[in-house]
């Protein structure tokens, strides 16, 4: 903890397993035996053998701003199409495609992942630990999330790319009208993005509760972190709907099954039931740990505490609790009762309140504060008008009436990307912003980070707010052109002109993150004065991450002790080992070894995306791949400890 001087607080219980421990030798040496304990192998082999929660993280920040990038050039090609009434740039089949890649895109391999994996990154550095609580499975669940990715865009090229929206509604996905292997690579992808998802999920609720530092009682978690806790348990409760209905889809195209057959005794409805049951949760996976990089944001550039903690601890609990109480707002269009659309209706403009009561705080701190205008407070401004401008047209469609009129129109699509891009996508470029330093040791420029905010800004509501006019006019969603009568020309043109403008903010923004990788100013180790743990280690952090793991007396650590650090002793340094504590208060309970670098969950997702993409042609593959599968979980898991590990 590089410019912190550290006091010994209190000392973890002697017993267990032989070992050199931090309290027998001096501070140089237990830095050098720690770095060869946590280290990851050179080459090849330790790069795709690695368990290191960072390394990990880093990687699926990187591999998700990738698939961003597909994302957004479908969508600009989709602009250059719809410019123009009557354009015969882009064929039906192939806009089908893109709008639909679009949408998986963004949603199951953007938005959701690199929410996750700023959680991956960060959430150990900041309760005070030295990875996640499975590091295996979360090496795993990245090497799934990779691979389902890659099959869809390869299949894309390959003409096979799905076509019938993110949302693949039946029956046009079904086995009458689905063309060739389009929908069934998509049900895939699903499988795999959610198999990854689930994993995360597991392992951040873990890490969570049983590996925070000393002291940190639950009302001393930062708000970020419980943000991503609330998440990870809708993600627990959400994804196994979607992985259930994407499981029937393709069984009812590939073995006959009749689920979504209404002929046969199915039902159609019952698809979009499942999908939107995790589909608008899913909106709130997103959103949710949007709102903690807000609230890690928010007091280091007011310079004091957030006001409200409890209240925003609340409303993220609420939030996550009503997000199961929306789906059929998606459904006003398709003939249920009156009355039970009353009652979702009533949820939708319920779950208003909660988020009212995080912004209401947010404002405070800022009034009650100083506030620097750096880049990542700009974008945080930024997420609060978009989002507001989101909220209020949520609350609009969530009327029936209104609903029926707009339902299909351009109008859902402006609310959905102003609920999503400004309600997710400002926070997530403001996090990169104020944690690049942490995790490079390099500052983004300044400069080029206020231009690319207006940039972004600008273009984002010169492109989408008029989708608002559209839809009202009667455009239609999800077409890929337009007749010249319908007046619609200018406003299309309009958009996609202005499309270029978001898209030459985004420029900017990868543009800064090259540039400042190799010339940034070097940042030091708390370059904002923030006040969590994380900003206590170096930057950027070395394997370990801490070489004694603190103590946590306040709130907001850093601030309340900038001098003089608490910290436990009596861990192991020759091996992987973190402190297991009580769930409610943190107390230490236990040392508990932590996995060692393995390539076998890379060869075990190997054996089970085999098995997923082989399902797509033959059922026996799920048979046959079972094999594989089976020995690469097995090796996996085989003990390999020394007989005193088994004590």
Not at 201 to 230: H, N
Request: neutral net charge.
């Amino acid at each position: 903890m590089s410019g912190i001087r550290q006091k010994k607080a209190e000392r973890i219980q002697e017993g267990g397993p032989k070992g050199i421990r931090d309290t027998s030798i001096d501070e140089a040496r237990l830095r050098a035996f720690l770095a060869h304990a946590w280290q990851t192998p050179k080459g090849l082999y330790g790069w795709l053998a690695t368990v290191d929660h960072k390394l990990i993280g880093r990687r699926y920040v990187v591999t998700a701003f990738l698939f961003f990038i597909f994302a957004g050039l479908s969508a600009l090609a989709m602009r250059f199409q719809l410019a123009a009434p009557e354009a015969g740039r882009i064929g039906p089949d192939l806009y089908n495609q893109l709008f639909t890649m679009h949408g998986t895109t963004m949603m199951f391999l953007f938005a959701v992942p690199v929410m996750e994996a700023f959680a991956v990154y960060l959430v150990p550095l900041m309760i005070g630990t030295r990875n996640v609580a499975f590091p295996r499975l979360n090496a795993f669940s990245y090497w799934i999330y990779v691979s389902g990715g890659m099959m869809i865009w390869i299949a894309f090229a390959f003409n096979t790319g799905a076509d019938a929206g993110w949302f693949s509604y039946v029956p046009l996905a079904g086995p009458d009208y689905g063309i060739g292997k389009r929908p069934d690579f998509w049900a895939q992808m699903v499988t795999y993005t959610e198999v990854s998802a689930l994993a995360v999920a597991v392992e951040i609720i873990a890490t969570v509760f049983k590996q925070r530092a000393p002291g940190m009682t639950l009302d001393r978690i930062p708000l970020y972190v419980w943000s991503v806790l609330v998440t990870a348990f809708v993600i627990l409760f959400a994804m196994p709907a979607v992985m259930v209905s994407s499981t029937m889809l393709i069984l009812d195209r590939l073995v006959a099954t009749k689920f979504f057959d209404s002929a046969a005794g199915g039902d159609v409805l019952l698809w979009q039931h499942l999908f939107w049951f995790f589909g608008h949760p899913e909106v709130y996976i997103i959103f949710i740990p949007a709102t903690g990089f807000v609230s890690a944001i928010l007091p280091t550039f007011v310079r004091r505490p957030v006001f409200g903690y409890l209240g925003i601890v609340l409303s993220l609990i609420a939030i996550g609790f009503l997000s199961f109480g929306l789906w059929v707002h998606h459904m006003f269009a398709t003939g249920l009762p009156q009355l039970g659309e009353s009652f979702f209706t009533a949820s939708s403009m319920m779950i208003a309140i909660p988020s009212g009561i995080q912004i209401f705080c947010w404002i405070a701190t800022i009034w009650g504060g100083k506030p620097i205008f750096a880049t990542p407070l700009l974008f945080v401004l930024g997420f609060i008008f978009t989002f507001v401008i989101g909220g209020l047209t949520g609350v609009m469609v969530a009327s029936v009436p209104l609903d029926l009129q707009v339902h299909d129109t351009y109008f859902v699509v402006a609310h959905f990307h102003y609920v999503l891009v400004g309600g997710a996508v400002f926070p997530l470029l403001g996090a990169v912003y104020y944690w690049f330093p942490k995790v490079t040791g390099r500052l983004l420029s300044e400069r080029l980070g206020h231009w690319n905010f207006w940039f972004i800004f600008v273009g984002f509501n010169l492109t989408f707010f008029p989708m608002h006019i559209l839809g009202l006019q009667g455009m239609p969603r999800r077409v890929y052109t337009y007749p010249l009568e319908s007046g619609w020309g200018s406003v299309n043109l309009f958009i996609s002109l202005s499309s270029l403008v978001l898209f030459a903010g985004f420029a900017l923004f990868f543009l800064n993150m090259l540039l400042s990788l190799r010339n940034g100013h070097l940042a030091g180790d708390n370059p904002w004065g923030a006040s969590t743990l994380e900003w206590a280690a170096t930057s950027p952090p070395p394997s370990y991450n801490f070489p004694h793991l603190p103590v946590v007396t306040h709130r907001d650590p850093l601030w309340a002790e900038p001098d003089t650090l608490p910290v436990i002793e009596g861990l192991r340094v020759d091996a992987r080992e973190v402190v297991g504590g009580t769930v409610a208060d943190a107390v230490p309970q236990l040392r508990v070894p932590s996995a060692d670098n393995s390539i076998w969950p890379l060869l075990s997702a190997i054996a089970v995306g085999g098995t997923f993409f082989a399902s797509i042609y033959t059922p026996w593959a799920v048979v046959w791949g079972a094999i594989p599968v089976s020995i690469g979980f097995i090796c996996w898991f085989w003990p390999k400890g020394e007989p005193e590990d088994e004590e």
